[in-house]
């Protein structure tokens, strides 16, 4: 099973739709949990951090739900630049070496 | 962003070459590590340093071999590389004990063919 796991879509929206994608993960003593934004032949780049209360930064909302292990992750206002694969990423948190990649969502908006 | 360097971006190699990749990191962190991306796949954690221990994942062939001479300098030997090994290679710091949540930030990459 693997730690992490994703729709890898893609998500095929148009400018200014809304849109939600969800992760699960395995290990029920994960500690701390991200959204990463890869472009194409590009490096990942942290989107945000995911708190248990949740996190919103602009149009962008972040959501943890510890019961039934996943996080999710809405874009609202979708944008052409948002086109990209989202990777979710968990870190068990005692160990530093623990960081778990998700295979990636990824999404299309379309004009 | 010049947080993390890698250098060189894109290398092609033959099976029998030695070659490195060079990662530089200017964030003051104290963990570096090397991942592995394949298409369609996870990032795979290949090396960890940290405070000068190193960890590594069982499953890195030997023809992987990293080196990190200080806190802000990583570098991945490699030698008799196979055509599967052709992979984005990341580069990766993070300050350990600096608070939570521990945040990890990615160099550009080295893509890398083997020929």
């Known amino acids: 099973r693997k730690e992490v796991e994703q729709d890898p879509g893609p998500f095929n929206v148009p400018e200014g739709a809304t849109v939600a994608f969800n992760c699960t993960y395995s290990?029920?003593?994960?500690?701390?949990f991200f959204w990463y934004r890869q472009d194409c032949r590009k490096e990942p780049k942290l989107l945000m951090s995911v708190y248990s209360s949740g996190n919103e930064d602009g149009r962008f909302t972040a959501q943890l739900n510890r019961a039934s292990q996943y996080i999710s992750l809405l874009i609202r206002d979708s944008k052409l630049s948002d086109s990209a694969t989202y990777l979710c990423?968990?870190?068990?948190?005692?160990?530093?070496?623990?960081?778990?990649f998700g295979s990636g969502t990824k999404l299309n908006v379309k004009p | 962003e010049t947080g993390v360097t890698q250098t060189p971006r894109h290398l092609v190699m033959g099976m029998t070459n030695k070659k490195s990749l060079k990662c530089e990191q200017h964030l003051g962190h104290n963990a570096m590590y090397w991942y592995k991306q394949s298409a369609k796949k996870p990032l795979e954690l290949m090396f960890v340093y940290s405070l000068e221990e190193r960890v590594e994942n069982n499953s890195v062939p030997s023809r992987f071999s990293p080196e990190c001479p200080n806190s802000s300098h990583l570098f991945l030997h490699l030698h008799t590389l196979q055509p599967e090994d052709s992979a984005l290679y990341l580069c990766?710091?993070?300050?350990?004990?600096?608070?939570?949540?521990?945040?990890?930030?990615f160099g550009p990459g080295t893509r890398l063919l083997v020929l």
């Open positions: 290990n029920s003593a994960s500690q701390s």
């Open positions: 990423v968990v870190n068990e948190g005692y160990n530093f070496n623990k960081f778990y």
């Open positions: 990766a710091s993070s300050l350990r004990g600096g608070g939570v949540p521990e945040t990890q930030y």
